[in-house]
């Protein structure tokens, strides 16, 4: 399996403009959850998916994000409009469950860089 | 209170030592416990996972957990340059990972 794909791997806007992440998952697994990655707050848990549905959009930071799951084999998380405090490197990740045992795996992210 | 916290390091650690490395959490009602090694630039990959209190070792890697005290640790036995990296500890809560800010470990030859 070819792991949890995510594009692009760098994105460089300028504030106002809108972004789009996107993320495929593990073939397979149910979760699907967009992290976001920075120096001040470090992997903040954003969203999650379970069968293509949100579960828990609590870590959403404002309405400026929206995510959607159209299919099992496809995420996106867009950002409308951008800030430069958006800049951070988005990580999507994938797993079977959410037993307590489950692992999680990564994709190698979005750095993403709001001018 | 943040939920799930880790000194920030950097951590040296000579070669051929032991590092040793600290988390911890605020919900009792946490239910399993992980480590995640991040090299810069890269994404979080599971090196440990623990469920029950007392130690768990994979090859030098040894966690150890104490749900009383609200401690998860993790040692690196005969620490090497390719373990410089940082260390994100990570508590599984009704189903959501949370993640510490994680400790950067060094490893000087």
């Known amino acids: 399996d070819a792991g949890v794909i995510q594009s692009p791997r760098h994105e460089v806007t300028e504030m106002g403009q809108e972004v789009t992440l996107r993320c495929k998952p593990i073939?397979?697994?149910?979760?699907l959850f967009w992290y976001r990655q920075t120096m001040m707050r470090g992997l903040e848990l954003l969203i999650y998916f379970n069968n293509n549905v949100p579960i828990d959009d609590s870590g959403m930071p404002e309405d400026r994000f929206s995510a959607k799951m159209p299919n099992a084999s496809f995420s996106t998380l867009k950002i409308q409009p951008s800030e430069p405090r958006d800049s951070a490197v988005y990580f999507c990740?994938?797993?079977?469950?959410?037993?307590?045992?489950?692992?999680?795996?990564f994709g190698s992210g979005t750095q993403l860089s709001v001018l | 209170q943040k939920e799930v916290e880790q000194n920030s390091g950097p951590l040296s650690v000579p070669e051929g030592a032991i590092a040793s490395l600290n988390c911890t959490y605020s919900d009792r009602g946490s239910q399993s416990f992980f480590w995640y090694r991040q090299y810069s630039g890269k994404s979080p990959e599971l090196i440990m996972s623990i469920y029950s209190n007392g130690d768990q070792e994979d090859g030098r890697f040894t966690a150890q957990l104490n749900k009383a005290s609200q401690y998860v640790s993790l040692l690196i036995r005969d620490s090497q340059p390719s373990d410089s990296a940082t260390y994100l500890c990570a508590v599984n809560r009704w189903g959501k990972l949370q993640f510490g800010a994680g400790t950067q470990v060094v490893v000087t030859p």
């Open positions: 990740a994938s797993s079977l469950s959410t037993a307590p045992n489950e692992k999680l795996f």
């Open positions: 073939s397979g697994h149910d979760y």
